[in-house]
C-alpha cells in the first residue's frame, strides 16, 4: 500500500492544496482593502463596508448545494476548472471598481463561482483518499486558508504600500486563471481515469473505499438525508463555528490597527501570526485525529477553546495588547485545527450516494454563518469604534457550536443510536 498513497500524496495534495489557496487568496483580502482606503476611496460608510464584504457568503451560500449535486453527479473537474476562471476574473474585476453598487455586484458573484469549490474538493478527496488518511488529507486543502492568509496579510500590505488596494485585487486575481489550465491538465475525477496507477493499485483502492461503505446505514436520497437530525446538527455546528471563523478572518487587520495604532505593512505582519500557529495545530490535530480513528473529540473542546480565548482576549482589552494578541493566535488555532477532523466525520456517518448533497447543505450553512460573522463583526466595529461587542458574538457563536458538535453521536460509540438520526429506509431503495 505505500507505493499507492505515496502517490497520491505526491500527484494529488498540491493540487488540492493550491486550488483551495487561491481561492481563499481572492476572498481574504477584501479585509485588506477595507483596512487601507477603499472605503474613502468609494465613499462606503462603515456598515456598508461590512456589508459588501459579507455580500461574498450570500452568493456562497446559495450556490453550494447544486454545485455539489452537480460535482457528484458530473465532474469536480469541469467544474472547478469553470470556477477558476470566474473567479480569477472577478477577483481582477474588483481592482476597477468605480462605485458602490458595482463593487457589491462582484462581491456577490465571486461568492457565486466559488461556492462549489469546496464541496467539490472533499468529494473529490472522498474518491483517493481512505477513512485512515481523510482528516489529514482535508487538512491539506482546508491549509489554503490559513497558509494563504498568512503570507497574503505580508503580501497584501506590500502590494497595497507600494502601488494600491486596486493593484493589489488585479495582481492577486490573476493566478487563479494561470492555474486553471494546470488543475485541467492534471486533474482527473476518479482513480480509474489516470494512468499513474496501475491496475492493481486502482482495485486495491477501490476495495478498501467500497468496503468502507458497507456498514453505513441505506439513505434513499437527498432529501431524506438532508432533514435527518444528524444533517441538521452538523449544519448547526458549521453556520456558527463560521460565525467566529470569518468574523476573524475579516476584520483581524482592522481589529489588530485599532488596537496597536500599527501601519498597514505592520498590520499585515502581525495577522500572520496567528495563521502560523492555525497551521501547526491543524497538522497535529489531523495526525493525531487519524492515528487515533477519533473525529468527535478533536472538534467540540477545540471549538470550545476558541470561544474561551476570544472571550479572554475582549477582557484583556487594548491596554494589555500583547497578551489579548497572544489569546487571538490561540484562538485562531484552536478554530481551524478540526477541520480535517470534522470534514472526515462525515463521510462515515453518511454513505456514497447523498455525501455530496448533504456536504453542500453543511457547507452553505458555513457559508450563512460567515455572511453573519463578516457583516455583524464589522457592523460592530464600526458602530461601536472598538471590537468588544464583535469579541461576544464570535464567542457566543463558537460556544454554540461546541455543545452541539458535543451533542452528535459519534459512530461506534452507539450504533443504534447513531443510525436513530439518519432516516430508515428499506434496503431496496438505495439507488
Not at 474588483?94 to 472533499?122: D, K, N, Q, W, Y
Not at 488529507?137 to 494600491?164: Q, R
Request: glycine share 8%.
Amino acid at each position: 500500500m505505500t507505493t499507492v498513497t505515496s502517490k497520491r500524496w505526491l500527484y494529488l495534495i498540491p493540487l488540492i492544496f493550491i486550488t483551495y489557496s487561491l481561492a481563499y487568496l481572492d476572498r481574504a483580502n477584501y479585509g485588506f482593502a477595507s483596512a487601507s482606503g477603499i472605503e474613502q476611496d468609494l465613499g462606503i460608510s462603515k456598515g456598508t463596508s461590512s456589508l459588501i464584504g459579507s455580500l461574498f457568503f450570500l452568493g456562497y451560500f446559495f450556490f453550494q448545494v447544486p454545485g455539489a449535486i452537480y460535482a457528484q453527479r458530473y465532474s469536480v473537474r469541469k467544474l472547478v476548472f469553470a470556477c477558476l476562471i470566474l473567479w480569477g476574473l472577478c477577483a481582477m474585476a474588483t481592482g476597477l471598481v468605480t462605485s458602490i453598487p458595482m463593487l457589491m455586484v462582484i462581491r456577490f458573484t465571486l461568492g457565486v463561482v466559488e461556492a462549489a469549490v469546496m464541496p467539490s474538493m472533499l468529494i473529490f478527496i472522498s474518491r483517493w483518499f481512505t477513512r485512515k488518511e481523510r482528516s489529514r488529507a482535508n487538512t491539506f486543502l482546508i491549509l489554503g486558508n490559513p497558509i494563504t492568509v498568512l503570507w497574503m496579510s505580508v503580501v497584501s500590505g506590500y502590494l497595497i504600500h507600494s502601488w494600491g488596494w486596486r493593484e493589489m485585487f488585479i495582481i492577486e486575481g490573476a493566478p487563479a486563471v494561470i492555474w486553471a489550465v494546470i488543475w485541467w491538465r492534471l486533474a482527473r475525477d476518479r482513480p480509474e481515469e489516470v494512468t499513474w496507477l496501475d491496475r492493481e493499485e486502482k482495485d486495491r483502492l477501490a476495495a478498501t473505499l467500497v468496503a468502507e461503505q458497507k456498514d453505513l446505514k441505506v439513505v434513499r436520497n437527498y432529501r431524506q438525508a438532508l432533514i435527518s437530525p444528524l444533517v441538521i446538527k452538523l449544519c448547526l455546528v458549521h453556520a456558527l463555528w463560521s460565525i467566529g471563523v470569518y468574523g476573524f478572518i475579516m476584520w483581524l487587520p482592522t481589529i489588530i490597527k485599532q488596537a496597536s495604532a500599527s501601519d498597514i505593512v505592520t498590520t499585515g505582519w502581525l495577522s500572520s501570526v496567528p495563521y502560523l500557529a492555525a497551521v501547526m495545530a491543524m497538522l497535529v490535530v489531523s495526525w493525531a485525529s487519524d492515528k487515533t480513528g477519533q473525529r468527535k473529540l478533536f472538534v467540540w473542546p477545540l471549538l470550545a477553546l476558541g470561544a474561551l480565548a476570544f472571550l479572554g482576549s475582549y477582557l484583556l482589552g487594548a491596554s494589555h495588547f500583547w497578551l489579548s494578541f497572544g489569546l487571538l493566535t490561540i484562538a485562531a488555532a484552536a478554530m481551524y485545527s478540526p477541520y480535517g477532523p470534522f470534514f472526515a466525520f462525515i463521510p462515515e456517518l453518511l454513505p456514497a450516494n447523498v455525501f455530496g448533497g448533504a456536504i453542500g447543505l453543511i457547507n452553505a450553512c458555513g457559508a450563512l454563518g460567515a455572511f453573519l460573522g463578516s457583516w455583524i463583526v464589522g457592523y460592530l466595529i464600526g458602530l461601536t469604534g472598538n471590537p468588544g461587542a464583535a469579541y461576544i458574538f464570535m464567542t457566543t457563536g463558537m460556544l454554540a457550536a461546541s455543545i452541539i458538535m458535543w451533542l452528535v453521536i459519534a459512530p461506534g460509540s452507539d450504533k443504534s443510536t447513531r443510525r436513530a438520526e439518519l432516516p430508515i429506509v428499506p434496503e431496496r431503495t438505495a439507488l
